[in-house]
């Protein structure tokens, strides 16, 4: 939430996408995807900048735009993961690492 913050923060006070990008060490593409939101969102509307809990709620999803994920029911535990213990597989954002959708 930070590196947003210091996006938001940059740009409001005007600089250029190039000098942001570089020296933040991120894309381009990446400024001005945030400028656009930012635009849209009003947050660069003169006054201050939205303190971090509300920032936050301003990026999260809404629940119909979050991606479902591939699998309705919850497998059992692979080899090696304890019975309980919730870990995430890596590729999806779920804590489901033993679904046979991911090759286990």
């Known amino acids: ?3 947003i913050r210091e996006i938001l923060r940059r740009l409001h006070l ?3 996408d190039r000098r942001i990008a570089r020296d933040l060490g991120i894309s381009r593409n990446t400024v001005a995807h945030y400028r656009v939101w930012a635009a849209r969102h009003g947050v660069l509307d003169g006054g201050a900048l939205p303190d971090v809990a ?3 709620e301003l990026l999260a999803p ?3 735009e979050r991606p479902a994920h591939p699998d309705n029911d919850r497998a059992e535990a692979g ?3 304890e ?3 919730e870990q995430s ?3 999806c954002l779920t804590t489901d690492v033993s679904s046979s959708r991911h090759g286990n």
Do not use: F, K, N
Request: with cysteine.
């Open 83 to 85: 019975p309980g213990v």
């Open 79 to 81: 080899p090696g993961v």
């Open 89 to 91: 597989c890596g590729r």
């Open 1 to 3: 939430m930070t590196d």
């Open 54 to 56: 509300t920032l936050a």
């Open 62 to 64: 809404a629940p119909s």
């Open 14 to 16: 005007g600089e250029p």
